[in-house]
C-alpha cells in the first residue's frame, strides 16, 4: 500500500519558520488519528504533535508554543508549521496516521508510517 509521504524539510534559520506537509494517500483521511515524530539518529523518536479525526490537536510540551498542526481532507493532506526555529529542532521528521475516531494524544501508537524529511535549523 502507499505510504504517507512527507515534504517541506530543509534548511531553516533560527528564528524562522518551516512548513511540512504529509500527503497520506488513505480513502477516509477525515477517519484517522495523524502526527508528526521526530528524530535524531542517537536519540529515541519524539512525538511532538497530534490532531484527532474531529479535530483536535496535542501537543509536547517542548514545542507546543511553536507549532500548529493542522490537515486539509480535501487533499488528503497533514502539516505542521514550525515558527521560531532552534538548531535543537535539526532532526528528521516523520508522520503517521492511525485509523481512530477517538483521542489520540502524544504518546499514542500509530503503524501508517512516513520515510521522513530532514530538518536542519542553522544557528
Known amino acids: 500500500q502507499a505510504q504517507p509521504a512527507e515534504s517541506g524539510g530543509g534548511s531553516g534559520q533560527t528564528g524562522g519558520s518551516l512548513r511540512l506537509t504529509c500527503v497520506v494517500p488513505?480513502?477516509?483521511?477525515?477517519?484517522?488519528?495523524m502526527g508528526w515524530f521526530r528524530q535524531l539518529p542517537w536519540n529515541e523518536r519524539e512525538h511532538i504533535a497530534s490532531?484527532?479525526?474531529?479535530?483536535?490537536?496535542s501537543y509536547a510540551d517542548s514545542v507546543k508554543v511553536r507549532l500548529t498542526i493542522s490537515k486539509d481532507p480535501a487533499k488528503n493532506t497533514l502539516y505542521v508549521q514550525m515558527n521560531r526555529l532552534k538548531p535543537e529542532d535539526t532532526a528528521m521528521y516523520y508522520c503517521?496516521?492511525?485509523?481512530?475516531?477517538?483521542?489520540?494524544?502524544?504518546?499514542?501508537?500509530?503503524?501508517?508510517w512516513g520515510q521522513g524529511t530532514q530538518v536542519t535549523v542553522s544557528s
Open positions: 503517521a496516521a492511525r485509523y481512530s475516531l477517538g483521542r489520540c494524544p502524544i504518546g499514542y501508537q500509530y503503524n501508517y
Open positions: 488513505k480513502p477516509k483521511f477525515s477517519w484517522y488519528c
Open positions: 490532531i484527532y479525526s474531529y479535530g483536535s490537536a
